[in-house]
């Protein structure tokens, strides 16, 4: 059953290691229209933010434009054994650029060499960042999301 866990992500150490550790996410924005947008993303945890890079011409910035109201799930399907759903707002900008962040480069590094990229060109392609300020954490069965 899912249920209401924290407003922090540091809060519960299953959530900090899942979100480490899991690769694609997928982040919900509302369109102009009203209808909800959900796109697989990468992404790295800053403390109890979540950062998501996108290219600049992405529909999804001008939705977050509009109204920062998102969401962001990994792994939520019965195959997975849980969910994890985080609920917050997002700000675009204000962001170094991704080939900056030792952390998030680490985490992406096989994925960014798998596509032919560095670094710098990843950084040149999705080079708009926007920080997901988390304020609610819905999940049930992390136990089985850690494996």
Known sequence: MLAYLCSMLTDNPKVMAILDRDLIGFL???????????????????????????????????????????SFSVRGDMRAGGALILEGSATVGGLPPAADLPDYVAKYEREIERLGWTPATFSEMYSEGLRVTVSRVWAWGLDALGE
């Open 28 to 70: 919900t924005a509302v369109n102009e229209s009203g209808q909800p947008q959900s796109a697989p993303v990468w992404f790295w945890r800053d403390h109890d933010d979540l950062v998501v890079y996108n290219r600049p011409t992405s529909p999804r910035l001008i939705s977050i434009a509009a109204n920062p109201k998102v």
